[in-house]
């Protein structure tokens, strides 16, 4: 599926636990339904437990709750079971599950014909907007394959805000980049007896959501202490949900980040503006459960001084929930890659998965260190058959210290490293790639080849260390096939990418990340030393700090740390043949707002049930900040969908 059709919309959780109820029964999705093939219903276990599913029962928009015959009767944790409707299901219809002693675990409505061939949650299984599939053939499975290529306008609105404190008010949010009008639409609470009422009966601030902008109402059918509200658009289809426990919505239950993020309960409600996020978490639930910061700890070691962030910036209009699983592992030990020129134990930054091997995570650290990384008991550490303490890297000749900021793995299966300064001389900048062959052996590395592209930056040359440490942050790879199948123009001729007319560049580009600007610039790398430059791309964004191709996806991905709000933005080539942004995504919302300045996304091949790893590099190891468990730590592992 193409990146556009990623998008992460709440869903109705549960009711609080009644005595019958399961363990877990909150983590079951309504994930796929069809109302043709045998009316078949699927259902997807978000949590990390099984749950079972015996004594369940399903009702629609004219029958009563009514007994049905799963596939399994446990779902295990990130795993579907499916059933078919046993009194059918209509053309245009709703669909409710409820546990075996009552109680609402997850609801879905739909208009005329959008379950045909099925309706289906697209953007991640369990937490995605509802759509109408291409296909029916993923029942059982994870739904991308039958993903279209976009979602509508109206899936970027989510409910944002409720307060059940007697004004029983609702807040809406417009994350997309076009208004939404909401006229029409409709709101309903848990009570599966109550009507849908329309918003343009309940008081709404207006009748149309502006993109970035907000819109309340206040429910006529009132908003319990346990209880659900539930979106739809006027033709019926489920938009948003989100479900609280008792208190949580008193004084309100607010997502957190605005607009993006998982429920909270607030200190002081913000209604028609942007949430505060400053109350406890774990009052309602809303696109699924709260993620959680797992493992960390340790104590400092010496010459380890974590270094707080700096260049704190707003996230992007339109930027999109994280995609993946909520849960994020620290996944290193304490001040693990403290150096001889980087006593600090920080400035650990551009990652790569290799391609051919992804066991492997390469990790540059800032002063002149390259690292090979493998898994050990759920943490990357330095493969000791390689290095266990790192290799320094040095300037062709053997001379200088890099200021390593990224890395990629080329097609030729060698690492290349962008550097901004010569360390040693720190003033002047040194944007360069250079590549190391990584079965060189010995302790220091010097590059097979160097390219210097510093006098394409007079801007960085003003004397000034911190001007010149604004430079190549990130590096990718960019395999020929990939540029040429989607048609991309070369600058330089206006016509379509011939890669044979580059006889001495290897199979690929390289897309060098400018902190400076945000910008990227495409260089073919020559095996003769000289390179050619194809111009330079707008990515959208202040800075860029890492850069990554991912086949997955098929997206050049340039990511940004807290500089812009902790975002990711994946770039497609366009109908014009241009490299341009699709769509941007923050982090999952447990991780601080830190340098992170590595990315990478694990290939394909390594996918379970339906996700991959993610992982993150913090450039000045401080997490949450001193006593935290994630002070000290330079890694972050999360998931991101296949």
């Given amino acids: 599926m193409t990146l556009s059709g990623l998008l992460v919309t709440g869903m109705l959780a549960a009711q609080p636990a009644a005595a019958a109820d399961p363990a877990g029964y909150q983590n079951v999705r309504i994930n796929e339904v069809t109302s043709s093939n045998n009316d078949t219903v699927e259902l997807y276990n978000s949590g990390s437990a099984s749950v079972s599913v015996s004594g369940w029962k399903m009702s629609d928009d ?37 546990t075996s002693g009552g109680t609402v675990v997850d609801r879905v409505d739909w208009a005329t014909d959008k379950a045909k061939p099925a309706m289906a949650r697209c953007g991640g299984d369990g937490t995605g907007a509802w759509v109408t599939a291409t296909t029916a053939s993923s029942f059982g499975a994870a739904n991308a394959s039958g ?45 599966t007896s109550h009507s849908a009422v329309t918003l343009s009966s309940s008081s709404p601030s207006a009748s149309s959501i502006p993109a970035g902008g907000y819109v309340t109402f206040n429910s006529t059918i009132g908003l319990g202490d346990n209880d659900s509200a539930v979106l739809v658009d006027g033709s019926g289809n489920t938009i948003d949900s989100v479900t609280w426990t008792a208190g949580a919505a008193k004084p309100s239950d607010e997502r957190c980040a605005n607009g993006t993020g998982w429920f909270q309960t607030a200190t002081t409600a913000t209604l028609g503006s942007a949430n505060s996020c400053t109350g406890s978490t774990g009052g309602g639930t809303g696109g699924g459960q709260t993620g959680q910061l797992l493992g960390g700890g340790g104590s400092l070691t010496s010459g380890c001084a974590p270094e707080a962030p700096s260049g704190t910036g707003s996230t992007p209009t339109g930027t999109l929930a994280w995609p993946g699983g909520l849960d994020v592992t620290i996944a290193d030990n304490v001040c693990a890659f403290t150096t001889s020129t980087g006593p600090e134990g920080r400035d650990l930054s551009g990652l790569a998965f290799d391609p051919a091997n992804p066991s492997v995570l390469w990790a540059a650290k800032n002063k002149n260190w390259l690292y ?79 390219w210097d592209m510093t006098s394409q930056f007079p801007q960085l040359d003003t004397g000034d260390k911190d001007d010149a440490n604004l430079g190549f942050e990130g590096v990718g790879y960019v395999p020929d096939t990939w540029l040429t199948a989607n048609g991309w123009v070369n600058p330089l001729t206006g016509a379509a990418y011939n890669p044979t007319n580059y006889p001495l560049h290897g199979s690929g580009l390289f897309f060098a990340g400018l902190e400076w600007d945000g910008s990227l610039h495409v260089y073919g790398l020559n095996s003769d030393g000289t390179f050619t430059t194809f111009g330079t791309i707008a990515t959208g964004k202040a800075s860029v700090m890492d850069v990554t191709f991912d086949a997955g996806t098929q997206r050049l991905v340039a990511t940004c740390d807290n500089t812009c709000g902790e975002t990711h933005t994946f770039m497609k080539v366009n109908a014009s043949g241009a490299i341009v942004p699709d769509v941007t995504y923050g982090n999952p919302a447990v991780m601080p707002a830190d340098n992170l300045e590595g990315f990478a996304i694990a290939p394909t091949s390594t996918c379970v049930s339906g996700f991959r790893e993610a992982v993150w590099s913090d450039d000045g190891v401080y997490g949450f900040g001193s006593g935290s468990s994630s002070y000290g730590h330079a890694l972050y592992s999360g998931t991101f969908p296949c």
Avoid at 154 to 179: C, F, H, K, P, Q
């Fill in 62 to 98: 004219s029958f009563s709750p009514q007994s049905f015959s799963p596939s399994s009767t446990t779902i295990p944790a990130g795993g579907f079971v499916t059933f078919n409707s046993p009194k059918g299901l209509g053309d245009a219809d709703k669909l409710v599950i409820y």
């Fill in 147 to 191: 993903c279209p290529t976009s979602v509508p306008a109206a899936s970027r609105v989510r409910i944002n805000e409720v307060t059940s404190d007697g004004s029983d008010t609702v807040e809406l949010y417009n994350g997309g980049t076009s208004a939404v009008s909401v006229g029409t639409w409709k709101y309903v609470d848990a009570d």
């Fill in 372 to 450: 090979k990384l493998v898994k050990s008991n759920g943490k990357w550490i330095p493969d000791a058959t390689w290095s266990a303490t790192g290799k320094q890297i040095r300037f062709a000749g053997g001379s200088g210290e890099p200021d390593s900021e990224g890395l990629t793995v080329g097609g030729n299966g060698h690492v290349y490293v962008t550097s901004e300064r010569d360390n040693s001389d720190n003033t002047k900048p040194k944007d360069t790639i250079l590549e190391f062959d990584p079965a060189a052996t010995g302790s220091t590395l010097t590059p097979v080849h160097q």
